[in-house]
């Protein structure tokens, strides 16, 4: 859908109203900005690009400014940034949606909420327009999210590199996106991201970070998975234990389910925990640790690892826990899967 958008904007031919909303702000304004740069040339933007701010506005004041026609342009833009803060009654807008201006191209932009598409309003954006939901990208689903937007900066990047930055960067698009930009202010053009880079200057170890956490532990090498709590305990600020926890969990739950797609070959195992693998060689270096967990942990044990990190979750926010520090607890946690 967003790069359907994206070529409506490009061949100037949009509906009249779009609905541009979801829990990801990042693609929301990405769209937004398509619009406002591109839409209308420079000449155009004088007079027909009107942009509002929800909490400045109301109904009223925008079905007013979509009722004028464009001046020496084929089309006016009218965009609502934050539309989720607009004053007034939804009958003002509803009433110009049952047959609005061919030449008005009205977007309406909610910032990281959800609307409600059971509304009057939603459902008739969606007969009159087009409705753009900005979902957020599953976990499991980041690095490859980041090597293609790594191809758009015209670099390349190892998946171990891709990994790495997606264990640290957690899932927030628009935080990625700005330190993959700040990254490829520091490389040389067409030039490969590893994971020497990320660790030189993003600040992430390519030795002491939760997916080598993860890997000690599924190969069963305890010794190696107590060095990389040490390090995080002696460095909490990078490794909060919120966010070890969190990369920790969302590794045995795939886990867990892996279990079930335990003869398939690595290709279609990679595919059934959403790895996009272009080949063999990807294909392993996704599931290889999930066929050593296999090895060395079992079902019954992996069940036993997510209870035990839900309540760890549940310690490291406070509850039945005694004044542990986030350092404590992790090591605690060592201890418990060593003895299951």
Sequence with gaps: MLSEIKKQIKAKNCFPVYLLHGNEPYFVEEIVNEFENKFLTETEKDFNLHIFYGKDSEYQQILDTCMKYPMMASHQLVIIKEAQDLKGEDDILLSYLKNPIPSTVLVLAFKGKRYDM???????????????????????????????????????????????LSQHLGTKISNIVNELNKLALLVEPKSTITDKIVEEHIGVSKDFNVFELQNSIAYGDFKRSFQIIDYFGANPKKNHITMVIGGLSSF????????????????????????AAKNSYAAKFFVEKFRAGHKNLGLRKTEKILFLLKECDLQSKGVNNTNSTGHEIMREMMIKIMTF
Excluded at 255 to 269: G, I, K, Q, R, V
């Design 118 to 164: 059971r509304k009057a309003i939603g459902k008739k954006i969606k007969e009159k327009g087009a409705v753009f939901e900005a979902k957020p990208i599953y976990d499991n689903k980041i690095p490859d999210w980041i090597s293609s937007y790594i191809k758009k900066l015209n670099l390349e990047i190892t998946p171990n590199a891709a990994n790495m």
């Design 252 to 275: 045995f739950l795939k886990l867990y389910a892996s279990f079930s797609y335990y003869e398939l070959n690595d290709m279609d195992l990679a595919k059934k925990l959403g790895y």
